[in-house]
């Protein structure tokens, strides 16, 4: 299974809601999620939506390898989740560094509810449902939000904290590693 372009911001198709999987278990649900895969891994991404392959169908798949730099970050599984539904737990929000590969190259300062249940289906149809919070609930809000039309910059509150990643974090390079995704965060 090919590797597909990752359509960018300013695509049209990138805006629109997309639709629910009506059948599980398909010659043609495991196809997409084999290209999701295969793109996923190619860009090195941490998430992406069916809908930046240019396919309207309520797919994301998302995952995360231990990564040194950020030992408080838990790493998160390979997960393929179809019809997913996100239910926040409180009020609580808490703001990032988010990066999308719809939007290369630059980063915003996202506020996300930081703890979520989420639901949905993996390609068989079996329920999967997960309590999770910091980073891997912002990566399922970023990646449910592709299902609705929506990318990050979208979300953004502070556009003062919005730009090309190589601006945003030239000037005190030290600091800046804090808290600063890298190449892999985004999804
Ligand atoms: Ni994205």
């Excluded at 960018?8 to 084999?34: W, Y």
């Excluded at 919070?133 to 039309?149: K, N, P």
């Amino acid at each position: 299974m090919p590797a597909r372009p990752v359509l960018r911001i300013g695509h049209p198709l990138l805006l629109q809601v997309a639709q629910a999987v009506a059948e599980f278990n398909t010659p043609e649900l495991d196809a997409l999620v084999a290209d999701m895969l295969d793109t996923m891994t190619a860009v090195d991404g941490a998430g992406l939506a069916a809908t930046q392959i240019g396919v309207l169908q309520r797919v994301v798949i998302f995952g995360s390898k231990n990564n040194p730099r950020y030992p408080d970050r838990p790493p998160v599984e390979l997960t393929v989740l179809v019809n997913p539904e996100i239910q926040p737990l409180g009020n609580e929000t808490g703001s990032d560094w988010e990066g999308c590969l719809s939007v290369p190259d630059m980063r915003g300062w996202v506020p996300r509810y930081q703890r979520i249940i989420y639901r949905g289906f993996d390609p068989q149809g079996q329920p999967v449902e997960r309590e999770v919070e910091g980073f891997h609930a912002r990566v399922v809000q970023h990646e449910v939000d592709h299902l609705d039309g929506i990318l990050y910059p979208q979300r953004i509150e502070d556009m003062t904290k919005f730009g090309f990643e190589k601006e945003l974090f030239k000037e005190s390079p030290e600091d800046s590693l804090k808290g600063t995704p890298e190449v892999e965060s985004s999804c």
